[in-house]
């Protein structure tokens, strides 16, 4: 599949997509940003008692299509490197501007994300790691991990924010080899299938259908950031974005076509938005059995458990659908916005693309230490807290890019050439006073709407109890819950108390046994979720044996089971189907607690299996 490389100095730059793609980029400060103040909030990213959901709607909008459409148009653009200039240039100037600059961060940058998150007082990953092993053991882990030494392999070796320069690595790899390796009659044959998908006016549709199987195949139907150890269709997936941007590139004369179609694509998306917000925690976090905690994709550790993919039934499916639809819908539509709006150059979109590169690969450190800080003062609600670091970061980071970057020689890494400056050789310079003098008028009006929406929200919190259901997920303030007498009624909107919610919280990462402060605030100690489990069950899914024999003793039924049939006896026996060793010794002992206190292991699940009977299945041991 080698091209020569042909010299088309006719063929348009495509500044639009240039736009979209360095928005996609720059969504991520949005994003790493509003995480910290949502609702339903990421295990390590927990600190603000007032959530509220317009955060939450923000960061599952942007995640519904951001990274597809980033790989897709880093297809897109790997393409046109390779057809212009030819593979050579092509893996040298990906070498400089993407591999040195993904090397530099996991060694500097990340580790400096995680201590900047620390100092601001947060349970991050560095303070897990120095409470499990010695740090010199914990570098042993990553050098020679999971291959060549005979102690356990850590199971996330994340790259932070950088996991897609990661992806990326391993998708040039597969577009070289492809080229390579690819039989030449089956390229047109290829060409004319996309070129016939493209010129249908539901195009996004057709290949959300053809998506559907590697996105139903996912562990959950929102696919999260992958690390050293990733799993297979979650690549798979994203890869498939980007082998249709290298399509779209050999096709781009159908660009068209999405001009056309873009209000279309983007109205479709709008649509299912509001469905996929609403049910992806339910089929993702909520509805799964304890089997599904089993299924595991990764390259070490991979377990297939056909019970798990096919769980969900008619539910999980059209969510799925929606989702794979609604991800490419927007993709194509801001394609086909973009390529319809922005065709001629423009300085401020020029200045744009080139700095986004920096401002996304800087930002992490910046945008997590503020939102801790931030999260610890009062005197604004969390959408305003967001609202005000995203601003104030990116004008810091702007700032950081001219002072830095484009007239040194990190330009040569980050923006492919540096500028040079003065001597009327830049007259595209656009500083960072002129940003904010052009910017401060909308970005205060924005200000106020903000803050009057999220003071709403805030409002709407304290009525719900929701500073209670944050802090027992939290574990960091006991005097939370000085002020109240009973939480029995305090439930989130899946029926979850502050009870269950403290079962869940790693051991980890608590300043206090949560469950142990709560107990005195119930008077039922089973209350039940929308799935029929109650904080007995959730401390012996996340194998909390301290937890569970506190709420045994406080009056926890053992033999209350969920809609599957599942006791929290059950659970123990399943999970000792675990691969790690210690997981799963951990998980028969906790299966021996239950069993003295009154579990009995005679009940049957909804598959008609007694614990015995699970525990024989799923971890090949028995229990006398």
Not at 500 to 523: C, G, M, Q
């Amino acid at each position: 599949m080698m091209n020569k490389p042909s010299l088309t100095n006719s063929e348009p730059r495509y500044y639009g997509l240039d736009l979209v793609r360095s928005i996609a980029m720059l969504l991520g400060i949005v994003i790493h940003t509003s995480i910290y103040f949502m609702d339903d909030q990421v295990i390590w990213m927990r600190k603000e008692h007032f959530t509220d959901p317009l955060n939450q709607m923000v960061v599952e909008f942007i995640h519904l299509f951001r990274m597809q459409l980033f790989f897709l148009l880093a297809g897109f653009f790997a393409q046109m490197v390779i057809n212009r200039k030819g593979l050579s240039p092509f893996l040298k100037d990906r070498f400089k501007r993407i591999l040195i600059p993904f090397v530099f961060a996991v060694i500097i940058f990340t580790p400096l994300n995680d201590f900047a998150i620390t100092c601001s007082g947060q349970a991050s990953i560095m303070r897990r790691i120095l409470m499990e092993q010695p740090f010199l053991d914990y570098l042993k882990n990553i050098v020679l991990y999971g291959f060549l030494i005979k102690t356990p392999h850590v199971d996330e070796i994340g790259f932070g924010s950088f996991w897609f320069i990661y992806y990326l690595i391993l998708m040039y790899a597969a577009h070289v080899s492809l080229r390579w390796l690819m039989p030449p009659a089956i390229i047109p044959m290829l060409s004319g299938w996309l070129k016939n998908i493209i010129q249908r006016p539901f195009a996004a549709i057709w290949l959300g259908l053809l998506c559907f199987p590697i996105h139903h195949s996912l562990t959950e139907a929102v696919f999260f950031p992958n690390q050293l150890n990733f799993e297979w269709n979650n690549i798979g997936y994203h890869l498939v974005f980007y082998m249709f941007g290298v399509g779209l590139y050999n096709l781009r004369d159908s660009i068209e076509n999405l001009q056309r179609n873009c209000f279309i694509n983007l109205s479709l998306g709008a649509i299912l938005v509001p469905f996929t917000m609403q049910l992806t925690p339910l089929v993702d976090s909520i509805s799964p059995s304890v089997v599904h905690d089993l299924l595991n994709f990764k390259l070490i550790g991979f377990n297939w458990v056909s019970e798990a993919i096919l769980e969900g039934g008619v539910l999980k499916m059209a969510v799925v659908l929606m989702r794979a639809c609604a991800g490419w819908l927007f993709c194509l539509g801001f394609i086909g916005l973009a390529e319809r709006f922005v065709r001629k150059s423009n300085p401020a979109v020029k200045y744009l693309s080139e700095s986004s590169y920096w401002i996304f690969y800087v930002h992490g450190g910046l945008t997590a230490s503020l939102s801790f800080l931030l999260a610890n003062l009062d005197i604004f609600n969390s959408l305003t807290k967001a609202y005000i670091i995203v601003v104030s970061s990116f004008y810091m980071l702007f700032w950081s890019y001219n002072a830095f970057v484009r007239y040194t020689f990190l330009g040569d890494y980050f923006i492919g050439k540096r500028k040079v400056r003065n001597q009327n050789k830049d007259n595209d310079h656009i500083s960072t006073f002129a940003v904010i003098k052009s910017t401060w008028r909308p970005i205060l009006i924005g200000f106020c709407a903000v803050y009057t929406i999220g003071t709403a929200f805030r409002a709407q919190g304290l009525i719900q109890g929701k500073k209670y259901l944050n802090e027992a997920s939290l574990a960091q303030v006991p005097a939370v819950f000085n002020d109240i007498d009973k939480l029995d009624y305090v439930t989130d909107r899946f029926g979850r108390t502050s009870l269950h919610l403290a079962a869940e919280s790693p051991e980890k990462i608590r300043d206090y046994n949560p469950v142990e402060k709560l107990l005195t605030h119930f008077t039922n100690v089973n209350p039940l979720d929308t799935m029929n489990r109650t904080p007995l069950f959730s401390a012996s899914r996340m194998g909390h044996i301290k937890d569970v024999q506190i709420l045994l003793k406080a009056g926890g039924d053992p033999n209350i089971a969920d809609k599957y049939g599942h006791t929290p006896a059950h659970v123990a026996a399943i999970k000792v189907g675990l691969k790690d060793k210690a997981v799963s010794d951990n998980y028969f002992a906790l299966l021996t607690v239950l069993k003295e206190n009154g579990a009995n292991i005679n009940l049957k699940d909804h598959k008609g299996r007694d614990v015995a009977e699970c525990l024989r299945i799923f971890g090949g041991r028995t229990i006398k």
